[in-house]
């Protein structure tokens, strides 16, 4: 099974404070740059499960965006669909993250990913997939035409990234067929509720299956057969930064083998532990063996059904 995915290459830079954050004035800190964009994250998630993954984006001519290239063929990703731009440089992205490992901010330099229009992702978009995967970073053109592709795939899903961005897709809820957000970001498109409410919502305005992030809260799933909640596993927290990108990795696998919402984010969830028990947002031993041993601490009914993938 091989998956297209269409969205965000950009470069991180991660700062934890040395005490609980206070805005208004200079905290103390350390930092650490990294790899780092939905696209990217879930892409090379997928490549370590061991699908077949290609990567349509947008990166600057400067070494970051080298860098991130190199990286991506280092994990088995194509990358032939990633531009890189004259004019722009490669995206960046700065976390704030308490010593807890939560996220105070997120700043996001995105403006390179609108030169990644329409023309830009139709030579990955021509060749055939299983499943897509579209980040809403990339231009509202953009996920449009995709979305009503004469080629899209059977499975086409996306990430709304953020509470502005997930606007994208407000008109073009009924193309989705799995779809990956949190509370905030539902609300925008459905108005404030309850995540299971705002989860119910989003399948009642057409998406196929919602996967809706809490956090700590665990994820509420939502699709025809109606809505259920799974508790989040407790791991130590490093770094909660590519949580919901493994998340998302992890589900799209399993879906594309055949398991059922609660079946997918069962693993999901798995996979979301271990991205927050790492300081990198794709850990180096991400892939089937360590959800397995992970499975077998935490989840027997996962290790089950990851046979399947």
Known sequence: ??????????????????APARLHTSNPATSRAAAGGVARNVATALARLGLPVRLSSCVGEDAEG?????????????????????????????????????????????????????????????????????????????LALLLDHPARPALVAADTVSAAKAMRLADHLARLDLLFTNAAEAAALVGPGAPAELARRLVAKGVGAVVLGQGAAGLALADHNGVHALDAHTVPVVDVTGAGDALAAAVLAARLAGLDLAAAGRIGRLASALAVASDEAVPKDFGI?????????????????????
């Not at 991506?72 to 490669?90: H, M, N, P």
């Not at 030169?115 to 053109?141: I, K, M, Q, S, Y």
């Not at 360590?290 to 993938?309: G, I, N, P, W, Y």
């Open 1 to 18: 099974m091989s998956v297209a995915v269409f969205g965000s290459v950009v470069a991180d830079t991660r700062l934890v404070t040395e």
């Open 66 to 142: 080298r860098a991130l290239l190199e990286g991506l063929r280092a994990a088995g990703v194509d990358t032939d669909g990633i531009g890189r731009s004259a004019t722009q440089s490669t995206a960046r992205y700065w976390a704030v993250l308490e010593p807890s490992g939560e996220l105070v901010i997120g700043l996001a330099d995105m403006a390179v990913l609108e030169e990644h229009g329409p023309a830009e992702v139709a030579p990955v978009a021509a060749r055939r997939a299983d499943a897509w995967f579209l980040d809403c970073n990339l231009p509202a053109t953009t």
């Open 289 to 309: 063996p360590a959800l397995r041993d992970l499975a077998l601490r935490l989840d027997s009914e996962a290790h089950v059904q990851l046979a399947r993938l």
